[in-house]
């Protein structure tokens, strides 16, 4: 689906120049997600209202200091994945087992919700899972003290975005960022 997309590589090259100096690779995808396996975390233009939204209230009650540095979802959502990447050495093979697994169960029940209340309470279950919190903690304290280099890759990253999004004649493209 990606790989019609016009500028794609140029997309993962921006994120990949960002996410190399912490020794892992990035590729467009449906959602945002780390492998562990190959070092490799996905990252998403496509956005879920909810969880987003779910998403930058936990980082804002518990991480408020970085959240005023920064309140952009898709900024917050890959230096998770990165925070995943430079953490996931903390938990043994059972704890990771025991995280994913509790993760499978909250992504089984979300298809089943009714209304997006009963989404988001599910999306905040997993955002308060051990390792999700730790990698979200490691986010922060990234912005924190890294706010000029988060600069520089947004402005190579929104103007990488723009020329993909008018190539693609995605209209409604940049609104969202």
């Given amino acids: 689906m990606f790989y019609a997309l016009k500028g794609k590589e140029q997309l ?39 969880a987003d939204e779910t ?25 998770h994945e990165i925070g995943h990447h430079e953490t996931w050495r ?10 994913d697994e509790t993760k ?3 992504e089984a029940l979300t298809v089943c919700c009714e209304d997006e209340e009963e989404y988001a309470k599910y999306c905040t279950a997993y955002y308060y899972i051990l390792d999700e919190c730790v990698a979200t903690a490691w986010a922060a304290d990234y912005i924190y003290f890294h706010e000029k280099e988060l600069r520089e890759f947004w402005e190579k990253w929104t ?4 020329t993909f999004c008018v190539v693609n004649d995605f209209d409604e493209g940049l609104k969202a960022f």
Wanted: negative net charge.
């Fill in 12 to 50: 993962d090259k921006v994120v990949n120049d960002f996410v190399s100096q912490f020794g892992c690779t990035a590729e467009l995808g449906m959602d945002f997600n780390y492998c562990y396996e190959t070092e490799r975390l996905q990252y998403s233009l496509l956005m879920s209202a909810v």
């Fill in 55 to 79: 998403f930058m209230k936990f980082i804002c009650e518990n991480h408020p200091e970085a959240a005023r540095i920064t309140d952009n979802v898709f900024i917050w959502s890959l230096l």
């Fill in 90 to 99: 903390l938990w043994s093979d059972t704890e990771q087992a025991e995280f």
């Fill in 104 to 106: 499978e169960l909250i």
């Fill in 159 to 162: 103007e990488e975005l723009w």
